[in-house]
């Protein structure tokens, strides 16, 4: 080695110390993933790359609760206000919707699933919100295209 070589060597052991230097010669190992416990009852699912992993049990929603009287009350505010967006919705032609009078007619039918699902999950005051928001918006869609 020529002087000049030991001198550029050692003026990096000096600036960068020995571990840092000795690091960079090194190949670093693949990082270990933490353990995690595996559970009997249900088998893992692998994030794949087009899905994300999902949660092994859904998150339990709180709901507010409701006697007997105010649970038979919404439900039936709730069964009528659907009642009367599901006949407007059959008074529209689909065929003849703009885009986003279709797209606002899909939010109809989906906040109509919802409302089946709060009111299957006892969550009544859900329930009335989302079948106000669907009552509202199918008299909006149905001035719209009449």
Known sequence: MT????VILL???LAAGCAEIEA????TPPPHAPAR???PHAPARPATPHAP???EAPTPRLSPQVDAESETRLTEEVHAMVEGVERTLLSIDRQKLKADQSETYHTIQSFLTQIREAVT????????????KAQVL???LSKAVH
Request: aromatic share 10%; net charge positive.
């Open 3 to 6: 002087s000049r070589t030991i």
């Open 11 to 13: 003026s990096l052991f």
């Open 24 to 27: 960079l010669f090194k190949s």
């Open 37 to 39: 416990p595996a559970t």
């Open 53 to 55: 992993a999902r949660p």
């Open 121 to 132: 999950n006892k969550d009544f005051q859900q329930a009335k919100n989302l079948a106000q």
């Open 138 to 140: 199918s008299d909006d």
